[in-house]
C-alpha cells in the first residue's frame, strides 16, 4: 500500500472515529439531554424552527411557570435569546428526536477541515497531524457531544479559513467557486457566535486589505464575491 493510499484511509478513519466518540460522550457523559441553560434555548429554538415557526405561543395559563432562563417572552411570543444560526443547524436534529447527531457531525467536519486546511497551508502528513491532535484535545471532546454552539461554529470558521485560502492561492482553478464557500461559512459563522467570528475575521480582513492594497490578480472580485454572500446569509 502506498503512503499516499494510507492517507487517504486514515482520514475517513479518523472523522468517523469523531463521530462515533461525540456519540459516546453525547449519551454517556450527558445522557443526550441539555443540561445548561444555553443548551436548553438552543434546543428549544431548533424545536421551534423544525415546526416550520420562528416563535412558540407562550402558555395563556401560569406562564411563569413555564420560565426557562434565556428563553425570553414577549408579546406572548417564546423565543431564544441567541442568534439563530446554531438552532437552525440543529433543527434537523431536533426533528427527528436526535439533536446530539447534529455536534457529533460538525466534530467530524472539523476534524476534516482542518486537515484540508493543514494540507494546502504546508502538506498532507501535516494536514492529518494537526487533524489528530485536534481530535483529542480534551475540551473539544467534551464540547462535540454538547448542544452549544463551539464546535458546529469551530466546523464553520475553519471550513471559512480553508475556503479563503483555497480562493487566494495563486493557480486555482476556481477562485469565485471557494470565495462564495468562504462567504458561506463566515455568514452562517456570523449568525451562530458573532463575537466569536468577528475575532476570527479580523486577522483574515486584515489580508484582504493587503492583498487589495498590493492590487493581486483578482482579488477585489473574489472578496467582494465572499462578502456579498456573507452579508446575504448574515
Not at 477541515?113 to 491532535?133: E, I, N, P, Q, S
Not at 486555482?172 to 458561506?184: K, L, V, Y
Not at 459563522?189 to 483574515?204: D, E, H, K, N
Request: hydrophobic share 60%.
Amino acid at each position: 500500500m502506498s503512503p499516499m493510499s494510507r492517507l487517504d484511509w486514515k482520514l475517513p478513519a479518523l472523522c468517523v472515529a469523531v463521530f462515533i466518540l461525540s456519540a459516546v460522550v453525547a449519551w454517556s457523559v450527558y445522557g443526550a439531554m441539555p443540561h445548561l441553560e444555553d443548551e436548553q434555548a438552543n434546543l428549544f429554538q431548533a424545536k421551534v424552527f423544525a415546526h416550520g415557526d420562528l416563535t412558540a405561543a407562550a402558555p395563556r395559563a401560569q406562564p411563569r411557570a413555564f420560565f426557562i432562563p434565556f428563553i425570553i417572552t414577549q408579546n406572548n411570543q417564546l423565543f431564544s435569546k441567541y442568534p439563530p444560526g446554531y438552532s437552525l443547524l440543529l433543527a434537523p436534529g431536533a426533528l427527528i428526536g436526535q439533536p446530539w447527531i447534529i455536534n457529533a457531525l460538525a466534530s467530524a467536519l472539523t476534524v476534516l477541515a482542518v486537515y484540508l486546511l493543514g494540507r494546502d497551508l504546508f502538506d498532507a502528513h501535516t494536514g492529518l497531524l494537526a487533524a489528530a491532535l485536534g481530535a483529542i484535545a480534551p475540551m473539544f471532546v467534551l464540547l462535540s457531544g454538547a448542544l452549544l454552539s463551539h464546535v458546529v461554529t469551530m466546523a464553520l470558521l475553519t471550513f471559512f479559513a480553508w475556503g479563503f485560502v483555497r480562493a487566494r492561492r495563486s493557480g486555482e482553478r476556481h477562485p469565485m467557486r471557494f470565495a462564495a464557500f468562504a462567504g458561506a461559512m463566515i455568514g452562517l459563522a456570523a449568525i451562530t457566535r458573532p463575537l466569536t467570528t468577528v475575532a476570527v475575521g479580523a486577522a483574515f480582513v486584515i489580508l484582504a486589505l493587503i492583498d487589495l492594497a498590493q492590487r493581486r490578480r483578482g482579488a477585489w472580485r473574489s472578496y467582494a464575491l465572499l462578502l456579498g454572500v456573507a452579508i446575504l446569509i448574515a
